[in-house]
Structures are given as C-alpha cells and as structure tokens.
C-alpha cells in the first residue's frame, strides 16, 4: 500500500464523530494526538492549540527560510455521525475506491495536505508553509473560530481548503441565515369565535408569502456560480389545547444567502414581507428576527491565487479545471471575512454524511501533487 493510501487508512480508522453533533461522539482528541505525533516524527514544528477541553487544532509547520510568501493548507478532523453504516471505521479498499466514515469529508483532503507538508522540508524555500487540521467544521466552526483568533501565530498570504470539489476549484459557496418568525392572534374558547384570532392560521399567510418569494428568487438567478439563494420552513409550533384558538405560533426558517446578501438584510427582507401581509389584514400581527448565520464567500476569478492554482492544478490534471460554486456552507467563509485570499480544491467521491462514504483514491493522490507544486511555486 502506498504512503498516502496506508496514510488515510490510519486516518479513517479513527473514530472523529462530532460529539456536538452525536451526543457521546468521540470527538477529535485522538486523531489530534496521531496527527500531532506525525508532525513531529517527520520533522514538522507542531503546536497544539486547545479548542475545548479534548478538542485541540493541530498545527503543523514547514519553516522556510524567511522572505517567501506562506500558504496554509486546511482540513477539519470532525466527522458526522454513522448511524447505520457498516464497520464505518474499517476503512476498505475496492476498485480503487477507499471506504469509511470520512474517506471522503474530508480524511482524504487531510492525509494530501498532510504529505504535501512533508514534501516541503526539502524544498528550500523562503516561505513558510502551514497546516492546520481543525475541530468542528461539521457543527459551529469553534476550531476555525479559534485557528483566527490567534492568526498572528501563522500569518498566511493565502490559503487552500481541501474539502472535495471533484477536482475543480470553488470560488463561491452560499451562506445561511437562521430565522425566527412569530404570529400573534387573540386566546379564546372555540366555541366563541368572535372573541378569537387564530395565530396559526395567520402563520399560514406567512408561509404562503415566503414560499412565493422562494420561488421568485429561484427563478431569478443573479448569482454566476451560485444562481439564487432560498429558503424553506423548518419547525413550527403553536397553540396550547384543541379547543382553544392559539394565541402564538412561532415558525424557525433557514434561508440561503449569496455574496451580497447578510444577516442584516435577511432580517429586512422578511420583515418587508409580514408587513406586506399585515397592510392588508389588520388582524395580522407578526415579528421577525435573524437568530444565527454564516457569510457567503467568493473570490474573484481572476484573483491571482485562483489563477495561480488554475495553472498548477491544469498541468497536473492535463486538462481544464473549472471554477466552480458550492451549494454547501464550508469554514472558507470565515477565512475570507479575516482577509485571508483562500481557494478550495479537494478529492473526488461521494457519500458525504451518506450510509456508504468513497473517495477515490487516485484523485487523492492527484490532489497531493497539486498542493505541493502550489506550495513550491507560491512560498519558493
């Protein structure tokens, strides 16, 4: 077996499942302490920084000589749960194809960076060259959160993510926004209906509204790679007794976001809505308020590092790569709201948070050589 594949195997083997997400996972203490151990057995200058009690980011450092560009490499070491899997942490091999809970989201995109690091100790450059294998991607991003928090340890120029984008590059993902919605009607027995007002039904005027302008946003695209952000109802809940009228319903709705839009105008945009509602119904009293969300991230096309990793990753691949947007929410947002021009590229697979998890194994070591001419041509 080789290196990289014995590499990912080991990785795999390690139950990481996000206790944050699965009460009573393992968490990411035990990977932590293997990648910990293989920095330092391979000559890495390796910081632990502690996250929470048991859930450390690991940082490995290839030094460079100084006056060189840095670059950090990024992967989370959470895993999502493996309710119904089989043997998930028995990672297999089968037509070129690795099996296991995190082969493919995201132990592969790691096990690459990690060996990329490896190959920079001998390559004399002036630039430094970074890892950081970080907590809680999957659940609140507490790792990433932390990893910024003390950016002045490891001041990359850049930086690339190697979640699985099939081998293309992204550019561009959505973000979200958490909502809460809230109906107000009047208490009253039902057998007097003239004394009541029915928040949930009045909760029905709402969804109704906010399913048109889902629709409407889905039908026009404004957004390249992206299209259109949305939204969709996610839990309601209302009324006290059958035979009474409901004098609250509060609904919890998730909208998609893309550059452009924020928190702040999420928040406008569905309280624009309700008072559309409430202008022609005087008895519809209702309140909006954005509890919780994530950025959208992009960067430009023609920014220089995604040129840059165009080139490299086209040589490599003997083709095109293209640019490409992700649907999904990835911790590249967070680095991009610190400053930090970032780039994600990563293996080809499928079964993310799936019964069954593959990456291909061939395209892990294809990511391998790419991140590692990255890091000879950016850092030299």
């Given at each position: 077996m080789s290196e990289l594949n014995s590499l990912l195997a080991d990785l795999v083997a390690i139950d990481s499942v996000n206790p944050d997400l699965v009460p009573g996972g393992a968490g990411?203490?035990?990977?932590?302490?293997?990648?910990?151990?293989?920095?330092?057995?391979?000559?890495?200058?390796?910081?632990?920084?502690?996250?929470?009690?048991?859930?450390p980011n690991i940082i490995l450092t290839a030094r460079g000589s100084g006056g060189g560009r840095s670059l950090m490499l990024n992967a989370h070491t959470d895993v999502v749960g493996v309710s119904d899997m089989d043997a998930p942490f028995e990672p297999a091999i089968h037509d070129g194809r690795m099996y296991g809970r995190g082969a493919y989201d995201?132990?592969?995109?790691?096990?690459?960076?990690?060996?990329?690091?490896?190959?920079?100790?001998?390559?004399?450059?002036?630039?430094?060259?970074?890892?950081?294998?970080?907590?809680?991607?999957?659940?609140?991003?507490?790792?990433?959160?932390?990893?910024?928090a003390e950016w002045q340890r490891w001041p990359a120029d850049a930086l690339l993510i190697a979640e699985p984008t099939e081998l293309q590059i992204s550019i561009a993902h959505r973000g979200f926004v958490w909502l809460e919605i809230e109906t107000f009607g009047v208490a009253a027995h039902g057998s007097r209906p003239h004394l009541g007002i029915d928040a949930i039904a009045k909760m029905g005027l709402a969804l109704v509204a906010l399913d048109n302008h889902d629709r409407a946003m889905r039908a026009n695209p404004t957004h390249e790679l992206l299209g259109s952000g949305s939204q969709h109802a996610s839990i309601i809940s209302g009324g006290e007794e059958i035979s009474m009228y409901p004098a609250h319903c509060k609904l919890l709705v998730e909208r998609r976001t893309i550059p452009g839009e924020t928190m702040a105008s999420v928040e406008a945009e569905t309280r624009a809505i309700l008072a559309d509602i409430a202008a022609a119904d005087p008895d519809f009293k209702a309140g909006a308020k954005a509890t919780f969300g994530r950025a959208p991230f992009s960067i430009e096309p023609d920014h220089?590092?995604?040129?840059?990793?165009?080139?490299?990753?086209?040589?490599?691949?003997?083709?095109?790569?293209?640019?490409?947007?992700?649907?999904?929410?990835m911790d590249s947002a967070l680095f991009a709201e610190k400053g930090v021009p970032t780039v994600v590229l990563g293996p080809t697979g499928a079964g993310a948070h799936a019964r069954e998890e593959w990456v291909d194994l061939d395209s892990v070591a294809q990511c391998q050589a790419i991140y590692t001419d990255l890091i000879a041509d950016f850092c030299r």
């Amino acid at each position: 077996m080789s290196e990289l594949n014995s590499l990912l195997a080991d990785l795999v083997a390690i139950d990481s499942v996000n206790p944050d997400l699965v009460p009573g996972g393992a968490g990411e203490a035990r990977l932590a302490g293997y990648i910990a151990r293989w920095g330092r057995d391979n000559g890495l200058e390796t910081r632990v920084q502690e996250v929470r009690p048991g859930r450390p980011n690991i940082i490995l450092t290839a030094r460079g000589s100084g006056g060189g560009r840095s670059l950090m490499l990024n992967a989370h070491t959470d895993v999502v749960g493996v309710s119904d899997m089989d043997a998930p942490f028995e990672p297999a091999i089968h037509d070129g194809r690795m099996y296991g809970r995190g082969a493919y989201d995201m132990k592969s995109g790691l096990a690459a960076c990690m060996l990329a690091l490896k190959a920079a100790r001998a390559m004399s450059l002036r630039g430094d060259v970074f890892l950081s294998a970080v907590v809680d991607e999957e659940y609140g991003s507490i790792g990433t959160e932390a990893l910024l928090a003390e950016w002045q340890r490891w001041p990359a120029d850049a930086l690339l993510i190697a979640e699985p984008t099939e081998l293309q590059i992204s550019i561009a993902h959505r973000g979200f926004v958490w909502l809460e919605i809230e109906t107000f009607g009047v208490a009253a027995h039902g057998s007097r209906p003239h004394l009541g007002i029915d928040a949930i039904a009045k909760m029905g005027l709402a969804l109704v509204a906010l399913d048109n302008h889902d629709r409407a946003m889905r039908a026009n695209p404004t957004h390249e790679l992206l299209g259109s952000g949305s939204q969709h109802a996610s839990i309601i809940s209302g009324g006290e007794e059958i035979s009474m009228y409901p004098a609250h319903c509060k609904l919890l709705v998730e909208r998609r976001t893309i550059p452009g839009e924020t928190m702040a105008s999420v928040e406008a945009e569905t309280r624009a809505i309700l008072a559309d509602i409430a202008a022609a119904d005087p008895d519809f009293k209702a309140g909006a308020k954005a509890t919780f969300g994530r950025a959208p991230f992009s960067i430009e096309p023609d920014h220089p590092l995604v040129q840059q990793l165009k080139r490299i990753a086209g040589a490599q691949l003997g083709r095109d790569v293209p640019l490409i947007g992700s649907s999904w929410w990835m911790d590249s947002a967070l680095f991009a709201e610190k400053g930090v021009p970032t780039v994600v590229l990563g293996p080809t697979g499928a079964g993310a948070h799936a019964r069954e998890e593959w990456v291909d194994l061939d395209s892990v070591a294809q990511c391998q050589a790419i991140y590692t001419d990255l890091i000879a041509d950016f850092c030299r």
